[in-house]
Nanobody, 131 residues
Framework: QLQLVESGGGLVQPGGSLRLSCAAS????????IGWFRQAPGKEHEGVSC?????????????NYADSVKGRFTISRDSDKNTVYLQMNSLKHEDTAVYYC???????????????????WGEGTKVTVAS
C-alpha cells in the first residue's frame, strides 16, 4: 500500500522559509512521480511542484513549478531517505494553505499537475504565512 506522510509545516513570517517533507512507506519514491499540491481555504487544490520518476529515463528527475512559486520553491528527492522535499523561500501571505504530496502514475502528469490525476494523497501539513 502506497502511503505518504507530509511534515514540516508551521507558522512563518512573510519572507521566511520552510522545508516540507514527503516521506513514503510501502514503496520507493524513486519510481514514482511525486507532486506537491496546496489547498487554501475555500479554494481548489493547486499544483505547486512535481518531480518525475523512472530512473534511467531521459526525463528522470525533471521538475515543474507553478508560475506563482517559480524561483522561490525547490523540489528535490533523497532516494536514501525515501523522501521528497519542498524548500520554500521568500514566503508570501498567499502561500498560506495545507500542502499535500501525492503520486502521479506517468511522467506527463508532472507537466499538467492536475490534482485529479494524482493518488495516494497524504494527510497534508499546514503552512501559515503571517506577520
Amino acid at each position: 500500500q502506497l502511503q505518504l506522510v507530509e511534515s514540516g509545516g508551521g507558522l512563518v513570517q512573510p519572507g521566511g522559509s520552510l522545508r516540507l517533507s514527503c516521506a513514503a512507506s510501502g514503496f520507493s519514491l524513486e519510481y514514482y512521480n511525486i507532486g506537491w499540491f496546496r489547498q487554501a481555504p475555500g479554494k481548489e487544490h493547486e499544483g505547486v511542484s512535481c518531480i518525475t520518476s523512472n530512473p534511467g529515463s531521459t526525463y528522470y528527475g525533471n521538475t515543474n513549478y507553478a508560475d506563482s512559486v517559480k524561483g522561490r520553491f525547490t523540489i528535490s528527492r533523497d532516494s536514501d531517505k525515501n523522501t521528497v522535499y519542498l524548500q520554500m523561500n521568500s514566503l508570501k501571505h498567499e502561500d498560506t494553505a495545507v500542502y499535500y504530496c501525492a503520486v502521479g502514475a506517468v511522467q506527463a502528469m508532472c507537466v499538467t499537475m492536475r490534482a485529479s490525476d494524482f493518488g495516494s494523497w497524504g494527510e497534508g501539513t499546514k503552512v501559515t504565512v503571517a506577520s
